[in-house]
Each structure stands twice: as structure tokens, then as C-alpha cells.
T-cell receptor
Framework: GAGVSQSPSNKVTEKGKDVELRCDPI?????LYWYRQSLGQGLEFLIYFQGNSAPDKSGLPSDRFSAERTGGSVSTLTIQRTQQEDSAVYLC?????????????FGQGTRLTVV | RKEVEQDPGPFNVPEGATVAFNCTYSNSASQSFFWYRQDCRKEPKLLMSVYSSGNEDGRFTAQLNRASQYISLLIRDSKLSDSATYLCVVSDASGGSYIPTFGRGTSLIVHP
């Protein structure tokens, strides 16, 4: 079956503009995660959705970042008034559910460049 | 979120060598442990889960030491195709859900 799909794969935007990044998780996966990875750095947790529960937003770096997940499936990460330090690869992952020893499957990421 | 620490390397080894990576984690309540592999400019993919009793998958052996809060990965008979970044991943229950926390990764280069 299809894996996690993210779009766009690359995005170049001007500083101050808003961007939306999309994630289509694997069908039937109830848990969805957003991470970002800056050049040469590890994965930084941003936000987590589990079914219809309130999302865990504890990793969002500022109030310019927000995310939603509609119908328990597709998720959109929005960055408002982008800054150069927002440049990174934004990775989405999904898993059957967030429980012990459950594998997270990643999309190929959106490479965001803010100029 | 609690930290997961790894030696970034790179570990530069010849084909056929045995190489070991360690990872330490700070949250003693952590419940799930994994090694992921990430190739250059690609997404991370699960290499193996790490169980309390230790586990092996072909040339790869993973071990967990809860008392010292570290995880290890041993690769025997290294292949050129093993060149990648190896990410240590730890999950601890947050309100009943497990959110993976990633280390920065250890870079492995296997040369002929």
C-alpha cells in the first residue's frame, strides 16, 4: 500500500510569507507526528495527533507554527511569517497508534528554504 | 522533552569490520527503544526495535541497559551499503501515548 506522502517535496519562500505543508498518513494510522530536521541536526519533535484527542503541541517552537488534522487523516502544518531559521526539512510520520514498540513510518519530507 | 545523546562520529571503518554505537537517554521512565537508519537526504526508516533481553537481526545486534540508561547497536561484517546515519530513538509515555524522541544520529562510513 501507499506510504506516508508529503507535499510539496521542496518549497522556496520569501521571508515573511506563510507556507502550508501537507501530510497524507498511511491509511488506518491513527497517530501522526511532525518533526523538523535542520542541516546536520537530529529530528526535532513539533506536534503529535492521536485520533480525535487534542494534539500535543509541546514541540512547536513559536506561535507562528500551527497544525491541524482533518477527519483524522490529512494533516497540514502552517508556518506564518516565515523566518530564515525556519529553513529545514519537515518530516511527517504516522503509526497505527502511539503505543509501545509501534513503528513510525516517515514521509520523504518537505525541504523548506526561506530566502 | 528528555534528551537522547549519541556520538555523532563519523565512524570510518573498512568493509568487514565490526562497529558499535552507543546511545544514552535521560528519562528513566522511557519505555520503548529503537534504532532507525537514515540515508543521505532520505527519510528515517526503522532498523530494529530494542528489547530488554537484547535482540539480533542478521548482522545487527541491539542491547538495552536500563540501569545505565543506554542502548547499543553492534554491526558485524560491515558492508559498503551500511554507510548511513544511525538514529537512536526513545519513547516515553506522555499521557498514555508514546512520542518518539530522536538522537542526533551517528554517522557510519564503510570504505573498501
Amino acid at each position: 500500500g501507499a506510504g506516508v506522502s508529503q507535499s510539496p517535496s521542496n518549497k522556496v519562500t520569501e521571508k515573511g510569507k506563510d507556507v502550508e505543508l501537507r501530510c497524507d498518513p498511511i491509511s488506518g494510522h491513527t497517530a501522526l507526528y511532525w518533526y523538523r530536521q535542520s542541516l546536520g541536526q537530529g529530528l526535532e519533535f513539533l506536534i503529535y495527533f492521536q485520533g480525535n484527542s487534542a494534539p500535543d503541541k509541546s514541540g512547536l517552537p513559536s506561535d507562528r507554527f500551527s497544525a491541524e488534522r482533518t477527519g483524522g487523516s490529512v494533516s497540514t502544518l502552517t508556518i506564518q511569517r516565515t523566518q530564515q531559521e525556519d529553513s529545514a526539512v519537515y518530516l511527517c510520520a504516522s503509526s497505527l497508534e502511539a503505543r509501545r514498540n509501534t513503528e513510525a513510518f516517515f514521509g520523504q519530507g518537505t525541504r523548506l528554504t526561506v530566502v | 522533552r528528555k534528551e537522547v545523546e549519541q556520538d555523532p562520529g563519523p565512524f570510518n571503518v573498512p568493509e568487514g569490520a565490526t562497529v558499535a554505537f552507543n546511545c544514552t537517554y535521560s528519562n528513566s521512565a522511557s519505555q520503548s527503544f529503537f534504532w532507525y537508519r537514515q540515508d543521505c537526504r532520505k527519510e528515517p526508516k526503522l532498523l530494529m526495535s530494542v528489547y530488554s533481553s537484547g535482540n539480533e537481526d542478521g548482522r545487527f545486534t541491539a542491547q538495552l541497559n536500563r540501569a545505565s540508561q543506554y542502548i547499543s547497536l553492534l554491526i558485524r561484517d560491515s558492508k559498503l551499503s551500511d554507510s548511513a546515519t544511525y538514529l537512536c530513538v526513545v519513547s516515553d509515555a506522555s499521557g498514555g501515548s508514546y512520542i518518539p524522541t530522536f538522537g542526533r544520529g551517528t554517522s557510519l562510513i564503510v570504505h573498501p
